[in-house]
């Protein structure tokens, strides 16, 4: 199984999570529960544990900008911005 490094910046800009390595989906959005944020693409999820600051903090912005970073150092990372669902 793979680690996945995952950190959230609250900013006065946003939330940003930066993952390694890339998600093994494309997600659409982000929804959120009262301890996790999900990333949804199709019918594929991926949950992430919460505290309530950051939870209010994306459901305060509308959603988050994502940057996922591959195993290439050399290669910028994808950004996503997903929205609240």
Known sequence: ???????FLVSDVGVTMSVIPPLPFLPDGVR??????????GTKRLSF????????????VGGLLLLEHG???DAPPRELELQLL
Do not use: K, N
């Open 1 to 7: 199984m793979t680690d996945r490094v995952v950190e």
């Open 32 to 41: 959120v529960t009262p301890s996790a944020l999900e990333l949804y693409g």
């Open 49 to 60: 544990p919460a505290d309530p600051a950051l939870i209010s903090a994306v459901e305060e």
């Open 71 to 73: 195993t290439d150092e």
